[in-house]
């Protein structure tokens, strides 16, 4: 999607605010996975506005956020707070000043193993793509934390984690240039972190976030 074959196409008179209002209440209403039969119910989950010059995409919203209609809720955002906190954001800075959304928008529910969330399968991925270009198109982040592996290969490219994480990316979509570091994510189902190797990438990831924030005064 282009801005200019899109109906998010702005001049400089439009409000870009109420676009984005506009387009949330979109979001809320889509039952495209449920018609597809991909989930059993369509509760989309995100939190934001235009103002906000960072963000988060993560994969999609878990059971809790599901429930309680706010991201990165639980021991998840917890988490997530103490990964921000280690870089220099301050407690609260995660609902302040992050715009939180995904790559699905609503939770896909449990794996087929029993242990976490299943994963969007690539259909579902494909169906939401034009509601995560138009949050990006209409908030213009400066900043995407990619929270692991399909957030962040969305955005980059097919990559292993641990090749992603501890790096940051320049990229363009729907013609908004803006960094992208991958982090894995905060879900203490993964197990991605009980390697050493793999806590000393998000070790430097957090350095890499925390020298970004300092030169951009984030």
Request: proline residues 7%; positive net charge.
């Amino acid at each position: 999607m282009t801005l200019e074959s899109s109906p998010l196409h702005t001049t400089k008179d439009d409000s870009r605010s109420q676009l984005l209002l506009n387009y949330q209440d979109k979001i809320r209403v889509c039952t495209r996975c449920v018609a597809a039969g991909f989930i059993q119910e369509a509760k989309p989950v995100f939190r934001g506005h235009v103002d906000h010059r960072l963000m988060v995409v993560g994969q999609a919203p878990g059971e809790r956020g599901h429930l309680n209609s706010v991201p990165y809720v639980g021991a998840t955002g917890k988490t997530l707070r103490n990964w921000l906190g280690q870089a220099g954001f301050a407690e609260n800075d995660l609902y302040e000043r992050f715009y939180l959304t995904s790559v699905t928008k609503c939770f896909p529910g449990p794996s087929g193993t029993g242990k976490g969330d299943r994963a969007p399968s690539p259909p579902e991925v494909h169906l939401c793509r034009d509601h995560l270009d138009a949050e990006i198109a209409l908030v213009r982040p400066e900043l995407v934390l990619a929270m692991g592996r399909l957030s962040a290969t969305g955005f980059i490219g097919p990559a292993p984690l641990d090749q992603l994480v501890g790096t940051l990316h320049t990229i363009q979509r729907v013609e908004h240039r803006f960094l992208v570091l991958p982090l894995p994510h905060p879900s203490g189902v993964s197990h991605w972190l009980n390697r050493e190797s793999n806590k000393a990438r998000l070790n430097e990831a957090l350095k890499l976030l925390a020298a970004t924030r300092i030169e951009y005064n984030w």
